[in-house]
């Protein structure tokens, strides 16, 4: 069972705010990767890493951005948060099989926000 | 990134056996298929991944065809708990970003 960890798991904030999502791993994964997926929609790749000192945006235009100065910590951080940033955001990591090039994501529960 | 389709949802009883075909007809060589399950307000789980020919596990069952240019996962007796959306992803751990599409919605009756 993978070890991803995200807090807070729900979070209600007032326009304007400055946020951040946290996301932790213990698995001492290089690859890191938000998405931002609305009930029943598709999940969108907002921002991953490589590694540490690497981030990039993901095929989803977001507002957010995000820092990876630890192997094992990627958050990601609003600075004006508004309604329509209400979402569900989800932070997951990859290993690759040593000598192939099999790759599993794995996934934290998850922060929904609402954003009033 | 190999594109893949698969059907938008299923429907199911309880106890029979659910199987989603995806097709990923430009995958690459060194790519791998993986599937993932998401119940509501999670994030997706692995279920299981192969390369070719059959991958069993205590969950499921992924059967590549030799072509390889699509796949299908088996879900053997299915209960209630089975209801959630099965993705279907192609690549190599040298993808970057792997799309997970829209999925296939199973819903499990009784």
């Known amino acids: 069972e993978a070890d991803i960890y995200q807090t807070p798991r729900y979070l209600v904030i007032g326009t304007g705010k400055k946020i951040t999502l946290e996301c932790s791993q213990t698995?001492?994964?290089?690859?890191m990767y938000w998405y931002q997926q609305d009930p029943g929609m598709e999940l969108h790749l907002i921002h991953y890493s490589y590694g540490v000192n690497s981030t990039e945006k993901g095929d989803l235009s977001s507002e957010s951005t995000v820092s990876r100065i630890r192997t094992e910590h990627f958050p990601l951080t609003l600075e004006s948060a508004r309604p329509s940033h209400t979402s569900q955001y989800l932070c997951?990591?990859?290993?690759?099989?040593?000598?192939?090039?099999?790759?599993?994501?794995?996934f934290g529960p998850g922060t929904r926000l609402l954003v009033l | 990134l190999a594109k893949t389709t698969q059907p938008i949802s299923m429907d199911s009883y309880e106890g029979q056996e659910v199987n989603i075909t995806c097709s990923h007809n430009?995958?690459?060589?060194?790519?791998?298929i993986t599937w993932y399950q998401q119940f509501p307000s999670q994030g997706p789980r692995f279920i299981i991944q192969?390369?070719?020919t059959k991958v069993t596990n205590e969950v499921a069952s992924l059967f590549i065809p030799a072509d390889r240019k699509s796949s299908t996962l088996s879900l053997p007796r299915v209960s209630l708990s089975d209801t959630a959306v099965y993705y279907c992803?192609?690549?190599?751990?040298?993808?970057?970003?792997?799309?997970f599409g829209a999925g296939t919605t199973v819903t499990v009756r009784a």
């Open positions: 430009n995958i690459a060589t060194n790519d791998y």
């Open positions: 192969g390369y070719k």
């Open positions: 992803l192609v690549g190599a751990g040298n993808d970057y970003k792997l799309s």
């Open positions: 997951a990591s990859s290993d690759r099989l040593q000598g192939t090039t099999r790759e599993t994501q794995y």
């Open positions: 698995m001492g994964h290089d690859k």
